[in-house]
């Protein structure tokens, strides 16, 4: 099942990742972000009924700057998080991080932008994870936007085992 998995996700194909009973109880369809297209978008919008995020190596997310939400919005009193407000993982945080729009979008929203901006945050990742060279995440792109990074756990499956770290984990 794991090499199904693999395989599919090498190929550029949706893989559905399950979080179990005692934890979420939710079914993700992945794809890698550097095969992503409009019209996997749309498949996700239509199928998938919820939010649309990429999950970032914790390599990556390190190198290009990306701060946990939690982080950010600490510094905005009654809104940040509390301890015990993620009842499905109570030892770690939200994976969230930032969401963001390629600046070459227009709104952001569309299928067409959205793959975009995904495609070019997984540039943005193999860079960074193979020792940078691109410009920085913030030149090309802007925030708020419509795509939610997600920030994997520093030691993946052996920190937090979730979608976004087995997503990353495949």
Known sequence: MIND???????????????FDNRERETDLSIRSDAV???????????GG?????AI???AAKTLGLPFATDVFSRCGELGEKEGDVPY???NHSS??????HRETFTGITDHDRALTITKIAEHVQSAMNG??????GKEFRTPGH????????????????????????
């Not at 998995?5 to 979080?19: E, W």
């Not at 919820?50 to 990429?54: M, N």
């Not at 969230?96 to 729009?101: D, E, G």
Request: with cysteine.
């Open 132 to 137: 940078g060279g691109l410009p920085p995440f």
């Open 50 to 54: 919820g939010l649309i995020c990429t």
């Open 89 to 91: 993982d109570r030892k």
């Open 57 to 59: 190596h914790p390599k």
């Open 147 to 170: 795509s939610a990074l997600l920030r994997a756990a520093d030691t993946l499956l052996d920190q937090r085992q979730g979608q976004t770290e087995l997503s990353i984990a495949l």
């Open 37 to 47: 297209t409009s019209q996997d978008i749309l498949r996700m919008r239509k199928d």
């Open 96 to 101: 969230f991080s930032l969401w963001v729009n």
């Open 5 to 19: 998995a693999i395989n599919a996700l090498r190929d550029g194909k949706f893989v559905l990742i399950y979080d």
